[in-house]
Structure formats: C-alpha cells, structure tokens
C-alpha cells in the first residue's frame, strides 16, 4: 500500500473528455478527498462524442443527445485553457494563460484531433469541415440544413455515419472510400450490409487509392488517385485521428512520439493516461484503440493505479457501436471478421452473429437487433 507520505493530495488531469471524467469520477470512487483539477480547452463540459455524427447531424431542434450527467467528482474545472506542457522535474502543469498547476499525481487524458487532408487550414469551415468537437459538429449540422451537394473523404465508421446524416440532411451525398466503405474496419460480410443500406437511401460511392483537396478555379474540389474530380459545395473528411501529445514534446514523457502506458495505464509511478491519446499493451502489440468505452476502462485502471500499486491491470475487450443509414450495429471483440457467420440469435436480417477467429478470440455482433450488451459479451465466450 501506498505510505501516507507518497500518497498524493493534488491530482491535476489534463484533457476534458470522456476518459477526463472517468478518471475524476474514479478517483472520488476509490476513496480519494484530496484536491482535483481537471483543465480543459474545449469551452464546454464534456459531452458524448458519438453522438456528434449520430444524432446530434439527425435529430431536430432538440439539440440535447450529447449531453452526459452533469459531474459530481466536485473537481476544479478548467474550461477552454490549454495546457501547453508538464514539468516532470517540479511536477507541475504549465497553462496557456502562463499559470502552473502542480501536482502529486498527474492524468493525462487530451484524445485527438482530426487528421485533415488540408494540411495547414486549422479550421477554414469553408475548404474541409471535420467532425472532432461539438462546435465541429454544429457547424457542419447548420451547413447542411441549406441542403448543399456533400463530398465525404473517408469510409470508415465515422465517414459513413456524418454521409448518412447528410442524406439524412436531403443532401445529395458522395463517399468517397478506399476500397468498399467499412470493410478494412469490420470485414466484408458487415460492410456489405452498410453498403447496401447506404445504397437503397442515394448514397454515391466512389473508391479511390487515394483522395485530395485541390483548389481549383477559386474553389475546393476532391480529386481522387485516376484524376477523377469531384465538385460539391460542401467537403468533408473523416480521415482518421491524431493524438494531441504536442505539449508533451520536452516532457521526456513521449516514447518515439507517442504515449505509451503499461497496463495499468501508467507512464511514470505518478503520470498516468488514458483516453484515445493513450497506446497500450494488448493482443500482443501496444496500439491506441480510439473507442468510448475503450477510454472509459483505460481512465477506471490508471486513475486507480495512480492511488493503490494493487489496481487491477486492463482487462481489454474491444466493444464497438455504429450506427448509419438505418442500420445499427454493436459489437464486442475484435474486428474486421472473415468469412460468414454463425446466427446465435435473431434471423440473418436482424439478430446476432458470431464468428471465431483463427487465433481463438470470438466477435459477437448485434445487427438491428436489441439485445443487453452483457448478453452480447456472454456470446464472446459461451460455446467456444
Ligand atoms: C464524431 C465521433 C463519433 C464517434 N463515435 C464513436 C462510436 O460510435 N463508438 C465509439 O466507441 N467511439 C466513437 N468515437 C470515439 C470516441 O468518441 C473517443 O474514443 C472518445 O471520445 C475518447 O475520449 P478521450 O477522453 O480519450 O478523448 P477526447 O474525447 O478527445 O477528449 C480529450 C479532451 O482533451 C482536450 N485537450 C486536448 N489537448 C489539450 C490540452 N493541451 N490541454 C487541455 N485540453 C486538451 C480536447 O479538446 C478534448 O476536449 C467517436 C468519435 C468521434 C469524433
């Protein structure tokens, strides 16, 4: 156990998100009274970030499905204030306002941002919109009501859903997608269900090496790896993400630049991360899994490392949701599957689906079906 005089009184967490939250609400669940303060450069509170590309691009006026439970860790919120670096010498947080926060225990919880294709543009809403941040999302979500011609750069989950909220939209909608939309994330087999969904609602696909925006005759347009160009009103990528460790530079916290944790999520006895910034040990590889709940279980194992040296270590298993063009799907374990499934449950149009990898894991996966995640999870182990 920890002495009382190596216990920490001040913790200070960075970044304001999901695995931010988790982290102070964690640490007020394990028994911690002393001082938290949680700094945040987003303006707001933290909200749902999945919803920003479901229903939050869909819904009416009633702009409320990204709110989360307002925070009780009681923690000292700074909001819209970037931390520019840590000291780790004088265990301390330096603030973009020139203000130092110091610390006995740090949690470092910044996520990502959007990878853009223009590179450069920060935020030129009128060359390339992306969706990372709820002022991302209301900006697109305004574009879209004056029903502008769409192009989406990216086939991936997110790609697929901000396309569906532009058909949604009555927004006359191109993704453009290398190789077949969702397929390298989930495998053919689902995909083909996506595809075939996004297909029956309008959606034009284009598959492509690779895509760019160019500027031409004064205005943005997407060329793809043949020449093919693509001109729409409105473009937007969904491309990917990149951690924000920028203000970790000199830290000497960066391992080849990235953040890497062990599987207690720590970096240092007294420096922890969690969250989509952080890379950690799992299925043989140290990778970032950039999920909710993925943040949600990393940000419950670091903040308890940081008080206890017996906290449990990551017990990880991938679950993943999507939703878009009328289709719903959960799934717990790993992804993309291959080949054809078995029905565990339900008929092949909605119901679950399991499948066995060769290495021995299960992936079980919920299509248009409403099943209790548990029971889901259960699936990935029962029958094996
Ligand atoms: C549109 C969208 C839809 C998604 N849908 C799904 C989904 O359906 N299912 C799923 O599992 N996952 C989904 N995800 C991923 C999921 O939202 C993330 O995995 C999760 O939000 C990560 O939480 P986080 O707290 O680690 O990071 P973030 O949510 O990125 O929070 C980090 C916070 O730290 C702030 N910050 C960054 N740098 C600094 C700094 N230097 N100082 C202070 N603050 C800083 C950031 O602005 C941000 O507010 C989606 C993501 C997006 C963008």
Known sequence: ???????????????????GLTAC?????????????????????????????????????DLTSHLLPEATHGATERRGMAAVGVDVARQCVRLADGDAVPYDALVIATGTRARRLVRGHRSDPGEEYTVRTLADALALRARLA?????VVVGGGPLGMEIASGAVAAGCATTLVSQGMPLA???????????????????????????AEVVTRDGSSVVTLGDGTVIEAEVIVSA?????????????????????????????????????????????GRVARVPLWTSAIDQAKVAAAALLRPDAPELAFQQYFWTEAFGVSLKAIGPTPVAGEPEIAEGT???????????????????????IPIPKLRRLTTLGA
Request: net charge neutral; glycine share 10%.
């Open 348 to 370: 092949a149009e909605q119901g679950v689906f399991r499948w066995r990898h060769s290495n021995g894991p299960w992936t079980a996966v919920a299509l248009d079906y409403r």
């Open 146 to 150: 004056s029903r502008p011609s769409v």
């Open 184 to 210: 390298s994330q989930l495998g053919a087999w689902l995909a083909a269900r996506l595809h075939h969904a996004a297909l029956a609602q309008g959606l034009a696909i284009m598959t492509t090496g690779c």
């Open 1 to 19: 156990m920890n002495t009382l005089s190596d216990t920490p009184r001040r913790i200070v967490v960075v970044g304001n998100g999901i695995a």
């Open 239 to 283: 491309i990917g993400d990149v951690p924000n460790v920028e203000w970790l530079t000199t830290s000497g916290l960066l391992t080849g630049g990235a953040l890497v944790v062990d599987t207690r999520g720590l970096v240092r006895p007294n420096i922890a991360a969690a969250g989509d910034v952080a890379a950690f040990p799992h299925a």
């Open 25 to 61: 609400d964690t640490l007020r669940a394990e028994g911690f009274d002393g001082s938290i303060t949680i700094i945040g450069d987003e303006p707001v509170a933290p909200y749902s970030r999945p919803a920003l590309s479901k229903a939050l691009l869909r819904d009416g006026d």
